[in-house]
């Protein structure tokens, strides 16, 4: 059974930058992809990105596009969100997750496992 650990959210100002981490323990996550999704105080949760088994592949929310990028260390068994240029509206719990199934997703339904979740905010 996958366990997975959120680390390096924080608080920062308006513009600036933070590198979350995603390790995973029990199993190794190198044969899934996985994904990053955010919840917003009052609102569902959504999706942030997405990056394939390899990291050949990557998805992201038109919202955060050219912002963060995913990325994943299968030798640590570890996927990152490096966010830039933060916005107030970044604002947020961001977990990630494991998508047992053959391709990359953006629909929460495609997920089975999950962090806890990292509190991420931005000050404007």
């Known amino acids: 059974q996958v366990q997975l650990a959120e680390s390096g959210g924080g608080l920062v100002q308006a513009g600036g930058s933070l590198r979350l981490s995603c390790a995973a323990s029990g199993r190794t996550i190198s044969s899934n992809n996985m994904g990053w999704f955010r919840q917003a105080p009052g609102k569902e949760r959504e999706f942030v990105a997405s990056?394939?088994?390899?990291?050949?592949?990557?998805y992201y929310a038109d919202s955060v596009k050219g912002r963060f990028t995913i990325s994943r260390d299968n030798a640590k068994n570890t996927v990152y969100l490096q966010m830039n240029s933060l916005k107030p509206a970044d604002t947020a719990v961001y977990y990630c997750?494991?998508?047992?199934?053959?391709?990359?997703?953006?629909?929460?339904?495609?997920?089975?496992?999950w962090g806890q979740g990292t509190q991420v905010t931005v000050s404007s």
């Open positions: 990056i394939s088994k390899t990291g050949s592949l990557t």
């Open positions: 997750a494991v998508n047992p199934y053959d391709m990359p997703s953006k629909d929460q339904t495609s997920y089975d496992k």
